[in-house]
């Protein structure tokens, strides 16, 4: 029996075939849209659905969707691509393997500190700007320091992109969820900060918790553990610790940028052509090693930066078919039916289930709020409460759907099949998906505007 688990390509070639297939038997219709001249947005007019003639995707349509979804998601390829080369390139200093041993060595009797200082970085990047895509450069370093202490991929990869996605889900000061959807709902940026914050402590809590216990479970199975960690030299030179200088002031660069100015992918592209030749040259590698390093980083992160695109090509099938809207307006039609309460939990409901066809967080709040805004004040529901429902949504569009391209880029790095991450995930995403109905169904009785 072949027990192999399902390559990432070939899933997204099944889930694409099943979107094709999909335009030829759903009902093709769309939304009408209207520029925003603030947001420079085209946005749903709500109301506006109607029914379209159908565009059923063939075969030909399928295939050419899959450079059409290159196109579209070129920024974070391009992204991948240049800050995996640029992280080859400090790595082939010595300084990342030099310091990992030093910490491991220091402190390998205190894994669990090691741990919540990694979780906490990734916190911090999720909370402040929605760090995700920008994760998968780090993924390589991130696997080889678990291995050290005797962890797996899931560890790595739940320590990054689970702790910045669930961090960037809950918090009360996210510069892209927040700064995209408040405005959207007419409401001042960072507002219900007291509300948000709340639910943002218990929401990392039990991400943290859930990830020291299963660190734990693996530690109690590695018998190895104690003599690799014995077996460590530490050999730290201040060549080293000069390029991890340069690596941490680029990496506090983006977080500014990101911040302060709303750099995007291309601007963090060139903070990271700048620290490849700076912790190149700094580290004795020269011009050609530079040059060398950086293009064996692009071969890398090919995989999967072509994963991404591959991806994005399902949402170019349902859009080219026409049904994208169709499926939004399926999700979001019951809540017209539903009491304060429940209308709340079926946003998020509807926006988790939106993450599907529609992963990127963007997007969505382009499809979905300019509906579910007109509505929640027809029923009288607080407009908090449904940028509090996007953004909830984001553990379930960043976590746990197999078209989000970027998700299966890390996955590919980390060498952990999608099947077993779903296995890890599940028990936490509906524990925090239970906590955001709470969340929300407590807003809407405290009437939080």
Known sequence: ?????????????????FAAALTWVVPAGRYQRRHDPNTRQNLVVPGSYRSAPRQPVGAWGMLLAVPEGLAQAAAVVFYCFLAGGALTVIEKTGAIG???DHLVSRFGHRRELILLLITTLFLVGGACYGMYEEIIAFLPLLCGLMARIGLDGETALALSVGSA????????????TLGISQPMAELPLFSGFAFRTAFFVAAVSIWIVYVLRHARRSWAGSAELGRTVRGLGAHWRRKDIAVLGIMNAGMGLLVAGAIAHGWELAQF????????????LTGGLGLRGVSEAMAEGFRRMAYASLLIGFARAISVVLANGVILDTIADALFNPLRHASLHAAGVLMLLSESALSLPMPSDSGKAMMSLPIMIPLADLLGLSRQMVVSAFQYSGVVSGLAVPTAGSLLAM????GVPFRRWLRFVTVPVVLLTVLAALAIAIGVALEVR
Not at 165 to 176: D, E, H, L, Y
Not at 411 to 414: E, N, P
């Open 1 to 17: 029996m072949n027990t192999r688990p399902m390559d990432p390509i070939l899933l997204v070639g099944a889930i694409l075939l």
């Open 98 to 100: 030099n310091t990992l």
């Open 165 to 176: 996605c669930v961090a960037g889900s809950f918090s009360p000061f996210n510069t892209f």
């Open 269 to 280: 592209s060139a903070v990271f052509l700048v620290i490849a030749f700076a912790a190149g």
């Open 411 to 414: 996955l590919a790095v980390a």
